[in-house]
């Protein structure tokens, strides 16, 4: 199994940025796939999940700001985020379990300058 993240960069507070992760070894569409986030000196935690039936999950953080999707047939989940905050600022793992084992991308650097 392998996810490939980008997407990454510099944006102001208040802008845009959309994450991509393609994943390659598994029946894409049949998994639920997670955005996990993390920064120096902290826990990585769950930003947003999409189940395999496409219902998505948020962490009261991002809601209504962030929006996870798929493409099932790129293989991509995508998480387009908006307004973004300088408490955003993390690196971005896209994550998937399969056959009781967690997969993490390489990450991919999100910073918000203030």
């Known amino acids: 199994v392998q996810l490939q993240a980008s997407g990454g960069g510099l944006v102001q507070t208040g802008g845009s940025l959309r994450l991509s992760c393609v994943v390659s070894?598994?029946?894409?569409?049949?998994?639920?796939m997670t955005w996990d986030r993390q920064t120096p000196g902290k826990q990585r935690e769950m930003v947003a999940t999409l189940s395999s039936s496409g219902i998505p999950v948020y962490s009261d953080s991002v809601k209504g700001r962030f929006t996870i999707s798929a493409d099932n047939a790129a293989n991509t989940v995508h998480l387009q985020m908006n307004s973004l905050k300088p408490e955003d600022t993390a690196v971005y793992y896209c994550h998937v379990v399969h056959s009781f084992s967690h997969y993490w991308g390489q990450g991919t650097l999100v910073t918000v300058s203030s």
């Open positions: 070894g598994i029946r894409f569409s049949v998994y639920a």
